[in-house]
């Protein structure tokens, strides 16, 4: 059985009470929330693709258009890193992202290497950072909402500016000087989410190649079903692939990747599906450690202690 986090409201003397959660949404919950009569009950529906033209194309209703890597920048040589948080706020406010609102976020681009399923959980992480507490990614995406035959439009929906929370969490993600501080320390697990080749250092990405010593490798993918990379496998059926590669509850568990979307994923699967109470995502990820000579890399596949 697959888990869904909805909100649950209940109604006291005429107040609305909602429980919050960030976690997966279905396609038909999704339109149910949309189509609300209740307009306050409506979500901020957010395409999160970086081709503008796919969502000219076609998009789900009432969706406003984020690019995830508007969110990113070059910043002292080393590309796509976040942008300090003063000019995010201004992005995420535009998008009328909103404390009091539930988030539905999504991108399309089912198959294998397309990777926009990334772009999603980027920006989830982004809101999360941020103090938004409600948030879904819509499971299999716009595939998943067509295949219901749901309506898809082009029209543009714009949203009124959002209230963005005063708390914000910025402790789910880790700076490098804390990451090389925790990383080998018992009950630390280090975990590289990028595919296995560029683990190993077999690409012609990077500047330097491997990973960072003792990080071991989980394919973000792995997380996926083969037929629609926007549709999450369920955690039963992953529990024992992820006890296997020791990312266990118990763990502290750190996740990189190349540049933190795909770190993004994992992220959110163990803390957000699988509900692990420790998760972290190192932001800057192999981009900005290759970019610091110093620190070592290694190329030897790690196993979890």
Known sequence: MKHFFITYCLTFFGLSVCQAEIGLITPAESKRLIDSPDIAQRPVVIDTRGGYKDYFRGHIPTAHHLNFDTLRGTDKGVPVQYLPD????VLLVRAGVDSSRTHLIYATG??????????????????EKFGVEDIRIVDGGLPAWQQSQFPVTQEYFGNPSGTLPQNTRPKIGIAIEELLERKGQPGVVLVDARPRNEYLGNDDVWLRKGHIPGAISFHWARLMETDNTHQFRPFEHMKAELQAAGLTPDKEI????GTSREGSLLRFYLRHVARYPNVRLYEG??????????????TQENRAK
């Open 86 to 89: 003063d000019l995010t706020r």
């Open 110 to 127: 089912d198959k294998l290497p397309n990777d926009e399923i990334l772009s999603a959980s980027m920006v989830a992480y982004v809101l």
């Open 254 to 257: 750190i996740v990189y990747c």
């Open 285 to 298: 990820s192999w981009k900005e450690y290759v970019s610091m000579k110093h620190l070592p890399a290694e």
